[in-house]
């Protein structure tokens, strides 16, 4: 099962990673109407996501970005530069090896508590998988939209 999921993982990240090597690149900073964030906050989003649910809150990410893209967060409140998008997809990537790498044997671990209804570490990989993809989304319907 550990397999599936990491598969999933790697299937639905590439093609977040493909929209954005599609996508024009100039505009991810563009809030389009009707959605609300933007590209390169739908990116650090996934990122943080992943990385606090998978790798623990201090994580291997700058601690400002849970400010920046964490959940309830948005752009406009930005204050100060956010990451590039080249840097959250360098990140993305990296986070994507890690995922990988997880030991299968993990995924059968039991959480100290119950994490969003999940009480196992591989449920709570197949709820931030299933997260992810849920963004995957967003992002193609926003690479599109912005041309």
């Known amino acids: 099962m550990s397999d599936l999921i ?12 493909k929209d954005i090597e ?4 100039k ?14 906050w739908q990116l650090g989003h996934v ?10 809150p ?3 990410l700058p601690e400002e970005y849970g400010r920046l893209f964490g959940n309830g967060s948005k752009p406009s409140a930005w204050e100060g530069d ?23 044997d993990r995924f059968d671990e039991k959480l ?4 969003i209804g999940n009480r196992t570490y591989g449920q709570l990989v197949s709820f931030t998988a299933f997260h992810e993809a849920n963004h995957c989304g967003q992002i193609h319907a926003m690479v599109r939209f912005l041309g």
Do not use: C, M, Y
Request: hydrophobic share 35%; glycine share 8%.
């Open 6 to 17: 990491k598969r999933q993982f790697e299937f639905t990240r590439r093609a977040i990673l």
């Open 22 to 25: 599609s996508g024009s690149g």
């Open 27 to 40: 505009n991810f900073d563009v809030q389009p109407e009707g959605f609300n964030n933007t590209v390169q």
């Open 47 to 56: 990122l943080v996501t992943a990385e606090n649910l998978l790798f623990g």
């Open 58 to 60: 201090s994580g291997k």
């Open 82 to 104: 956010a990451p590039s998008v080249a840097t959250l997809v360098e990140q993305l990537k990296e986070q994507l090896n890690r995922i990988k790498e997880l030991p299968d």
């Open 112 to 115: 100290p508590e119950p994490v």
